[in-house]
């Protein structure tokens, strides 16, 4: 075990001499700093205005003045998309997907995206993160000190003395694999320190530590590869060609090739394409704001066959929300449907492409990654999902408020006598009141990890 800890000391040893090995340490470290301090600050200040425009869309909903309920579910509301803790080391899908979301009866609006002078303060660092900086530049730091490891004594005639002393092949490798462990760990500082800061402002500690060890273990299979390669062949020049050549194939190429076959083999529809369909599909179902419509001429008779009433004045409801409720019901269910399918589509490309990370342990590490920090796809679909649930709760409280508050005489003429027809204040908060509680919690918990690795 001695001889093993002394062949460890005196490798990094070396290392310290290197300049070459030296000046690549410290320019990794400079990096992985440099980008951490920036993300933080980034998804911070991302943070802090997305709770603030939350709360300001809260504030605009509660004092606007009275008005008519369905002005109300055209009025809209506003839910923004919080990062959660660990984004500050691993974004993921934050800087490409959207932000806020406009809720609105009728509609499932896109995520909007942050302006595009968001990224601007980080320059040329803006898609740089520190997980990137961990799966692309970690790698090279690895290569650059662990190429001459083994070569490097072979090349040198140093090899067959040292093996006379006694010393076996076996501890020969031990100590070189110990010193690069060292290494390792050190380069994984900056992680533990970013992981800890997490913890403390609400990340879970098994999805903190998982995500240290995952990070861990990716920089280990680098360096048992450059090992292995450092102990096969007998120059250092090769061993640095072929180890470079590795991190371009699985780093670059593989996964840019992945991206290219999953698109083409698994393509989603067209935006135009399916607006159109979605369009007819929407007409079926009749329009909420038309009663004489012939998609509620049954709706129309059962209730007037079940209050005993001649005609819509004499309904103890309003026939007018009704429709309403029943339209934005039918619609709801149509616009889910293509929603779902289209969340279908995504999953099954991103789950395609995870599948292709056997090939490299870029693409599995990214995926991990993502998954653990909270960021991927399916945390994105239930931000997408907990979204809708709040629209269709919000519109539909509103519109069981114009069946039941207001009355079809009233509503019909609500443009001939507008003392007619306000609407309270206290019933536009009482509608709202469950909503903005269920805004707060998709801010706080919808892109929250459920479980370390998967988030569904």
Same mark, same amino acid.
């Given at each position: 075990?001695?001889?093993?800890?002394?062949?460890?000391?005196?490798?990094?040893?070396?290392?310290?001499?290197?300049?070459?090995?030296?000046?690549?340490?410290?320019?990794?470290?400079?990096?992985?700093?440099?980008?951490?301090?920036?993300?933080?600050?980034?998804?911070?200040?991302?943070?802090?205005?997305?709770?603030?425009?939350?709360?300001?869309?809260?504030?605009?909903?509660?004092?606007?003045?009275?008005?008519?309920?369905?002005?109300?579910?055209?009025?809209?509301?506003?839910?923004?998309?919080?990062?959660?803790?660990?984004?500050?080391?691993?974004?993921?899908?934050?800087?490409?997907?959207?932000?806020?979301?406009?809720?609105?009866?009728?509609?499932?609006?896109?995520?909007?995206?942050?302006?595009?002078?968001?990224?601007?303060?980080? &320059?040329?660092?803006?898609? =740089?993160?520190? $997980? +990137?900086?961990?799966?692309? %530049?970690?790698?090279? @730091?690895? !290569?650059? #000190?662990?190429?001459?490891?083994?070569?490097?004594?072979?090349?040198?005639?140093?090899?067959?003395?040292?093996?006379?002393?006694?010393?076996? &092949?076996?501890?020969?490798? =031990?100590?070189? $694999? +110990?010193?690069?462990?060292? %290494?390792?760990?050190? @380069?994984? !500082?900056? #992680?533990?320190?970013?992981?800890?800061?997490?913890?403390?402002?609400?990340?879970?500690?098994?999805?903190?530590?998982?995500?240290?060890?995952?990070?861990?273990?990716?920089?280990?299979?680098?360096?048992?590869?450059?090992?292995?390669?450092?102990?096969?062949?007998?120059?250092?020049?090769?061993?640095?060609?072929?180890?470079?050549?590795?991190?371009?194939?699985?780093?670059?190429?593989?996964?840019?090739?992945?991206?290219?076959?999953?698109?083409?083999?698994?393509?989603?529809?067209?935006?135009?394409?399916?607006?159109?369909?979605?369009?007819?599909?929407?007409?079926?179902?009749?329009?909420?704001?038309?009663?004489?419509?012939?998609?509620?001429?049954?709706?129309?008779?059962?209730?007037?066959?079940?209050?005993?009433?001649?005609?819509?004045?004499?309904?103890?409801?309003?026939?007018?929300?009704?429709?309403?409720?029943?339209?934005?019901?039918?619609?709801?269910?149509?616009?889910?449907?293509?929603?779902?399918?289209?969340?279908?589509?995504?999953?099954?490309?991103?789950?395609?492409?995870?599948?292709?990370?056997?090939?490299?342990?870029?693409?599995?590490?990214?995926?991990?990654?993502?998954?653990?920090?909270?960021?991927?796809?399916?945390?994105?679909?239930?931000?997408?999902?907990?979204?809708?649930?709040?629209?269709?709760?919000?519109?539909?409280?509103?519109?069981?408020?114009?069946?039941?508050?207001?009355?079809?005489?009233?509503?019909?003429?609500?443009?001939?006598?507008?003392?007619?027809?306000?609407?309270?204040?206290?019933?536009?908060?009482?509608?709202?009141?469950?909503?903005?509680?269920?805004?707060?919690?998709?801010?706080?918990?919808?892109?929250?990890?459920?479980?370390?690795?998967?988030?569904?």
């Amino acid at each position: 075990m001695k001889e093993i800890v002394y062949i460890a000391v005196g490798e990094l040893r070396y290392w310290l001499r290197s300049h070459l090995a030296l000046g690549g340490s410290l320019v990794f470290l400079m990096l992985i700093s440099i980008t951490s301090i920036l993300t933080t600050g980034h998804i911070n200040a991302e943070n802090n205005a997305r709770v603030q425009q939350q709360k300001n869309a809260e504030d605009t909903f509660l004092t606007q003045p009275d008005r008519h309920p369905h002005r109300m579910v055209h009025y809209g509301h506003y839910v923004f998309r919080s990062p959660p803790p660990l984004a500050t080391f691993d974004p993921g899908l934050d800087a490409i997907t959207g932000q806020s979301i406009f809720l609105e009866g009728h509609r499932q609006n896109t995520a909007m995206f942050a302006e595009s002078g968001a990224s601007a303060d980080l &320059g040329g660092l803006s898609w =740089l993160s520190p $997980a +990137l900086v961990y799966q692309l %530049f970690a790698p090279l @730091i690895i !290569i650059l #000190l662990g190429h001459g490891a083994i070569a490097r004594e072979r090349e040198a005639a140093l090899l067959t003395p040292i093996l006379s002393l006694g010393v076996s &092949g076996y501890s020969l490798v =031990l100590g070189k $694999a +110990l010193a690069l462990l060292i %290494f390792i760990i050190i @380069i994984m !500082i900056p #992680l533990m320190v970013t992981c800890t800061i997490a913890v403390f402002k609400g990340a879970d500690p098994i999805a903190a530590g998982l995500l240290f060890c995952v990070y861990l273990l990716y920089l280990i299979v680098w360096g048992i590869m450059t090992l292995c390669v450092s102990s096969i062949l007998h120059k250092r020049s090769t061993v640095l060609a072929v180890l470079s050549s590795c991190w371009f194939i699985f780093n670059l190429a593989l996964p840019s090739l992945a991206v290219n076959f999953v698109t083409y083999t698994t393509p989603l529809s067209g935006k135009i394409e399916t607006d159109l369909t979605l369009l007819a599909d929407l007409h079926k179902v009749g329009d909420g704001h038309n009663i004489n419509d012939p998609a509620f001429g049954q709706l129309r008779e059962q209730l007037l066959k079940k209050y005993n009433a001649q005609s819509l004045a004499d309904l103890p409801v309003n026939f007018r929300g009704i429709v309403a409720i029943e339209g934005e019901r039918k619609l709801t269910n149509v616009l889910n449907s293509y929603a779902a399918r289209r969340m279908a589509g995504e999953t099954q490309q991103s789950q395609q492409l995870a599948n292709y990370g056997w090939l490299t342990p870029t693409l599995a590490i990214t995926f991990i990654s993502r998954s653990i920090a909270g960021t991927d796809l399916a945390n994105y679909h239930r931000f997408q999902k907990e979204a809708e649930a709040l629209r269709f709760s919000f519109v539909q409280k509103l519109n069981h408020a114009h069946a039941e508050q207001l009355s079809y005489s009233d509503d019909i003429q609500r443009n001939k006598d507008e003392a007619s027809v306000v609407f309270t204040e206290s019933l536009v908060i009482c509608a709202d009141k469950h909503d903005r509680n269920s805004s707060s919690q998709i801010k706080n918990a919808c892109w929250q990890p459920k479980s370390p690795i998967t988030n569904t």
